[in-house]
């Protein structure tokens, strides 16, 4: 039997903190190596909205595109610590694009102030 983990690349509906009210599901973005997904409690992630706001540390995603329902943007300025258990059993389909992974990176090192 594999061992089945979230990959780099997937996205997951997670249940987070939406103010008093409780928790809210959220699709968000796994990119942490895969390597420490496989063991590791938390992963690493960002979360996505459906409010499109043009930044520099945006990256759009066309609906349908990894699973995703809606239009939706990766907000790279907000990577963040998830524990594993808040995510949904499945993603939401299948991994980003290498392409689109770099457009993600290239965002976050934008969102440090890391400049190449």
């Given at each position: 039997?594999?061992?089945?983990?979230?990959?780099?690349?997937?996205?997951?509906?997670?249940?987070?903190?939406?103010?008093?009210?409780?928790r809210k599901?959220?699709?968000?973005?796994?990119?942490?190596?895969?390597?420490?997904?496989?063991w590791?409690?938390?992963?690493?992630?960002?979360?996505?909205?459906?409010?499109?706001?043009?930044?520099?540390?945006?990256?759009?995603?066309?609906?349908?595109?990894?699973?995703?329902?809606?239009?939706?943007v990766?907000?790279?300025?907000?990577?963040?610590?998830?524990?594993?258990?808040?995510?949904?059993?499945?993603?939401?389909?299948?991994?980003?694009?290498?392409?689109?992974m770099?457009?993600?990176?290239?965002?976050?090192?934008?969102?440090?102030?890391?400049?190449?």
């Amino acid at each position: 039997m594999s061992v089945t983990f979230p990959r780099r690349g997937e996205m997951y509906l997670a249940r987070v903190r939406a103010g008093p009210a409780g928790r809210k599901a959220r699709p968000v973005l796994v990119i942490s190596p895969d390597v420490r997904n496989r063991w590791a409690s938390d992963l690493l992630v960002i979360p996505l909205s459906t409010k499109v706001r043009p930044a520099p540390t945006h990256v759009v995603l066309d609906r349908g595109e990894g699973g995703l329902p809606h239009t939706s943007v990766v907000k790279c300025e907000q990577v963040t610590c998830l524990d594993r258990s808040l995510l949904e059993a499945r993603p939401l389909g299948r991994p980003l694009s290498e392409d689109r992974m770099r457009q993600v990176e290239d965002a976050i090192l934008i969102a440090l102030g890391i400049f190449t």
